[in-house]
């Protein structure tokens, strides 16, 4: 079983940067491949990002590419989203999620966090 708590969602302009934070509490934490997600209103949950056991693969959607950063401190237990040049279309509430196999589909995950929502002003 697995808890995870996200942070560091906020209100940014255009152009600017956050770095979201995923808190687990699985004392197994270092087995579990990581993911992002976020929804926006009357959307579906997408994919953004995803990163392996032992942070040696990670994968990102063709949308935040380049843009965003997925890492992970396994002696903290903590995951983390760097995301720069923000933009209004990445308005959305944030989700963490973990499982044992690296995936970039929200069926293949199934421990969740409650999500930290993120506004991009223009």
């Known amino acids: 079983q697995v808890q995870l708590v996200e942070s560091g969602g906020g209100l940014v302009q255009a152009g600017g940067s956050l770095r979201l934070s995923c808190a687990a509490s699985?004392?197994?934490?270092?087995?579990?491949?990581m993911g992002w997600f976020r929804q926006a209103p009357g959307k579906e949950r997408e994919f953004v990002a995803a990163?392996?056991?032992?942070?040696?693969?990670?994968y990102y959607a063709d949308s935040v590419k380049g843009r965003v950063t997925i890492s992970r401190a396994n002696a903290k237990n903590t995951v983390y989203l760097q995301m720069n040049s923000l933009k209004p279309e990445d308005t959305a509430v944030y989700y963490c999620?973990?499982?044992?196999?690296?995936?970039?589909?929200?069926?293949?995950?199934?421990?969740w966090g409650q999500g930290t929502q993120v506004t991009v002003s223009s």
């Open positions: 699985a004392r197994t934490f270092s087995s579990y491949a």
């Open positions: 999620a973990a499982d044992f196999n690296i995936a970039t589909t929200k069926d293949d995950y199934n421990y």
């Open positions: 990163i392996s056991w032992s942070g040696g693969n990670t």
